[in-house]
C-alpha cells in the first residue's frame, strides 16, 4: 500500500506561482509513476501531469504546458508539482495519483491517490 499525503495549496492572485508537494509513505516511490489531476467544482477531475518512475519523462495537459512543471525526489520519497503564472481557471482540487506501469492520463490507471489540496486563484 501507498499512502499519499498533498500538501502547498494555498490562495494566491493571478500571476502568481505555488509548489505542491505529494510525500509518500508505505512503499518508497522510485517505482511508481505519478499524475497529477485537478477537479474544479461542477466539472470532472482532469489530468495535469504525469511524471514516469522510469526515466523520468514528464507530460502535461495542453492548459498548463509552460506554467507546470513536475519533478520528483525519490530519496525524499516526494514529488512536486511548480504552478507559475496561475489563472483563475486553475482554481480547483489538486491530486496526486500513483500507478506501477508509466504514467496515463486517465484517473481509472491509477491505484493510489491522496486525498487533495485546493487551489485558489483570485483575480
Known amino acids: 500500500q501507498v499512502q499519499l499525503v498533498e500538501s502547498g495549496g494555498g490562495l494566491v492572485q493571478a500571476g502568481g506561482s505555488l509548489r505542491l508537494s505529494c510525500a509518500a509513505s508505505?512503499?518508497?516511490?522510485?517505482?511508481?509513476?505519478m499524475g497529477w489531476f485537478r477537479q474544479a467544482p461542477g466539472k470532472e477531475r482532469e489530468f495535469v501531469a504525469g511524471v514516469n518512475w522510469v526515466g523520468g519523462a514528464t507530460d502535461y495537459a495542453d492548459s498548463v504546458k509552460g506554467r507546470y512543471t513536475t519533478s520528483r525526489d525519490n530519496a525524499k520519497n516526494t514529488v512536486y508539482l511548480q504552478m507559475n503564472s496561475l489563472k483563475p481557471e486553475d482554481t480547483a482540487i489538486y491530486y496526486c495519483?500513483?500507478?506501477?506501469?508509466?504514467?496515463?492520463?486517465?484517473?481509472?490507471?491509477?491505484?493510489?491517490w491522496g486525498q487533495g489540496t485546493q487551489v485558489t486563484v483570485s483575480s
Open positions: 508505505g512503499r518508497t516511490l522510485s517505482r511508481y509513476s
Open positions: 495519483a500513483a500507478r506501477r506501469e508509466l504514467f496515463r492520463n486517465s484517473d481509472s490507471a491509477y491505484d493510489y
